[in-house]
């Protein structure tokens, strides 16, 4: 394929999720490696084998180097099929160490959705009919809708509509973000009685509202499924809802966020055909 042509394929879309998410994928593992210290509990890969030998800096520099290899060829489109399972391999282990070492930070999406990128370059493997243009993007984006949905399942199983009705929950809930802050040093006494706190308190039929907003967006998260302007859409509320969930509990999931930004959002895709929209004559003078 020629510059030209390859300027106006649609191999935009996946290459702007490839860089971000193999970059987040890299500095995820990286800053995780540094943390792990010690294995205090045996979670996951580390139930099966003694991880004591992941805090060793040898083996900290040997996993980064299969990472920066395995990650290089995925960005290339070389060997995609030993490239993805490897890196899906090393998560999960990175992942089991770190949850091993203490620190439940929720970032097993991020291995899960490498094992489904995986998939789907193994399919076409075996099926060459099959669509790998849409599905290398489709079944990430199954895994990460299939989180937000099981998410309000949860919160409807354990607390039933009690878990938006009873608003006034939410203050005991903002209580504790605020005092774990304070004594992190994070913030001062005062804060912790803020007017944030004071207005969830005086409006509870609001924060009823916002709780069942919250829950209606992760409970029909699957939409996204539908076309790429549904997936743009629950992006959008996506979003809106860890936004909400900093702005009230100082509390952002990472790993989901950034997961959801990249394959329901793409930033990059979106500023792109902006600019073509903007300078139509440049796509013109390519051709």
């Known amino acids: 394929m020629c510059r030209k042509q390859y300027l106006l394929s649609q191999d935009w879309e996946w290459l702007f999720i490839k860089l971000p998410f193999a970059y987040y994928s890299f500095t995820w593992i990286r800053r995780t490696l540094r943390e792990i210290t010690s294995i205090i509990i045996e979670r996951g890969f580390c139930e099966w084998v003694d991880c004591n030998f992941m805090t060793l800096a040898i083996t ?13 060829f995925f960005v290339f489109e070389r060997w995609m099929k030993t490239a993805t399972f490897s890196i899906a391999c090393i998560c999960f282990v990175v992942y089991s160490a770190h949850e091993s070492f203490g620190v439940q930070n929720r970032t097993g999406i991020v291995t899960l959705v490498w094992f489904s990128i995986f998939l789907a370059y193994a399919w076409k493997a075996k099926k060459p009919t099959f669509d790998l243009q849409k599905n290398r ?3 990430p984006v199954q895994v990460i809708v299939a989180c937000y949905t099981l998410s309000a399942i949860s919160k409807l199983y354990v607390s039933g509509f009690s878990w938006f009705l009873d608003s006034q929950n939410m203050v005991l809930q903002l209580l504790k973000s605020n005092q774990v802050r304070f004594l992190d040093g994070e ?3 005062h804060e912790i009685y803020s007017e944030k706190m004071q207005f969830v308190m005086q409006h509870p039929q609001i924060m009823s509202a916002l709780l069942l907003g919250a829950l209606l ?4 998260s699957g939409l996204a499924l539908l076309n790429k302007k549904m997936r743009l859409f629950y992006g959008f509320l996506l979003l809106c809802l860890h936004i909400g969930i900093d702005f009230f509990f100082g509390i952002v999931i990472i790993s989901f966020l950034k997961t959801m930004i990249v394959f329901l959002f793409n930033p990059l895709e979106m500023i792109r055909l902006v600019v073509l929209k903007l300078f139509p004559s440049r796509e013109k003078t390519t051709e």
């Open 60 to 72: 900290q520099k040997i996993i980064l180097f299969l990472t920066i290899a395995a990650l290089t």
């Open 137 to 139: 993007i489709f079944f």
């Open 187 to 189: 913030i001062s006494a």
């Open 217 to 220: 967006i992760e409970l029909t």
